[in-house]
């Protein structure tokens, strides 16, 4: 499956040009310039991908960035297909959309020099959020590599919805040997994410232990005035009621003064 029924002829590879996508804050271009194989009028763009529309902005102002564009985020794998430059779409906002089904024309809006698909690719989280963000492309990975063998794959193919989301899980912590400065979403920091949550964890098991030691001091104290309280029933003495608020308050008062202590304070 590709964006185009007829098969695609690409006229700029990812990661190419760095010295003009330099001004953008990119290391190269950020994602792949296609155009339908055979020009033949069908310039329809389809989805490779089912999804969920999470993107539609109609912006078709010359030199704006993507123009009018569309992005369907397949929430099991992770992937966030960008369809860029179209000349109108025919989608919108939450839908759910299926492979193969038209997302739009090809055009040229934007940022452009001519009609063609910027096609790009983020990985995403399970809400949506995209990852990687400092790889020097904004996020976006090269798609070739997923468009060629894109269900392609027997073991991709076979796989339910649950696995394609562990499978996807484990490629975003995988290790990148080219990266040796430990970049956002390397298997260095899912660990340092996972010992950073074992001391917020431990930190709450302490906070804990602290409350549960004022309760059981609370119910300690309970039980002293429980105590007190039916010894003067059963015996009952002379008073007055200013030693009767003398003796509460003082009572009082230095149970406040344990509690703080237990916390700390």
Same mark, same amino acid.
């Given at each position: 499956?590709?964006?185009?029924?007829?098969?695609?002829?690409?006229?700029? /590879?990812? *990661? @190419?040009?760095?010295?003009?996508? &330099?001004?953008? !804050?990119?290391?190269?271009?950020?994602? %792949?310039? =296609?155009?339908?194989?055979?020009?033949?009028?069908?310039?329809?763009?389809?989805?490779?991908?089912?999804?969920?529309?999470?993107?539609?902005?109609?912006?078709?102002?010359?030199?704006?960035?993507?123009?009018?564009?569309?992005?369907?985020?397949?929430?099991?794998?992770?992937?966030?297909?960008?369809?860029?430059?179209?000349?109108?779409?025919?989608?919108?906002?939450?839908?759910?959309? /299926?492979? *193969? @089904?038209?997302?739009?024309?090809? &055009?040229?809006? !934007?940022?452009?020099?001519?009609?063609? %698909?910027? =096609?790009?690719?983020?990985?995403?989280?399970?809400?949506?959020?995209?990852?990687?963000?400092?790889?020097?492309?904004?996020?976006?990975?090269?798609?070739?590599?997923?468009?060629?063998?894109?269900?392609?794959?027997?073991?991709?193919?076979?796989?339910?919805?649950?696995?394609?989301?562990?499978?996807?899980?484990?490629?975003?912590?995988?290790?990148?040997?080219?990266?040796?400065?430990?970049?956002? *979403?390397?298997?260095?920091?899912?660990?340092?994410?996972?010992?950073?949550?074992?001391?917020?964890?431990?930190? =709450?098991?302490?906070?804990?232990?602290?409350?549960?030691?004022?309760?059981?001091?609370?119910?300690?104290?309970?039980?002293?005035?429980?105590?007190?309280?039916?010894?003067?029933?059963?015996?009952?003495?002379?008073?007055?009621?200013?030693?009767?608020?003398?003796?509460?308050?003082?009572?009082?008062?230095?149970?406040?003064?344990?509690?703080?202590?237990?916390?700390?304070?």
């Amino acid at each position: 499956m590709t964006p185009f029924r007829n098969g695609l002829r690409i006229t700029q /590879k990812y *990661g @190419e040009d760095p010295s003009y996508y &330099g001004q953008f !804050g990119l290391a190269g271009h950020e994602g %792949l310039d =296609l155009v339908p194989k055979v020009f033949n009028g069908d310039n329809q763009v389809v989805c490779i991908e089912d999804g969920e529309v999470v993107r539609d902005i109609d912006d078709p102002v010359a030199g704006k960035a993507y123009g009018n564009h569309v992005v369907v985020l397949n929430r099991a794998t992770g992937r966030a297909w960008w369809y860029c430059h179209l000349a109108q779409n025919y989608v919108e906002g939450k839908q759910q959309i /299926k492979r *193969g @089904e038209v997302i739009g024309e090809m &055009g040229s809006t !934007g940022n452009t020099n001519g009609a063609h %698909l910027h =096609l790009g690719l983020r990985l995403a989280n399970i809400n949506g959020e995209a990852i990687n963000l400092n790889n020097g492309y904004s996020g976006f990975v090269d798609p070739l590599p997923v468009l060629t063998k894109f269900n392609d794959d027997p073991v991709e193919k076979s796989m339910d919805e649950d696995t394609k989301r562990a499978v996807a899980n484990l490629q975003f912590y995988r290790v990148d040997p080219s990266n040796k400065d430990g970049q956002e *979403g390397n298997f260095e920091g899912f660990c340092n994410r996972l010992m950073d949550r074992d001391r917020r964890f431990s930190s =709450l098991v302490a906070d804990l232990s602290v409350a549960n030691n004022v309760i059981n001091e609370l119910k300690a104290s309970n039980d002293t005035l429980a105590s007190k309280l039916a010894k003067v029933v059963e015996n009952p003495e002379p008073t007055t009621p200013e030693t009767a608020e003398k003796t509460a308050t003082n009572y009082f008062a230095n149970l406040i003064i344990k509690i703080l202590r237990k916390l700390g304070l």
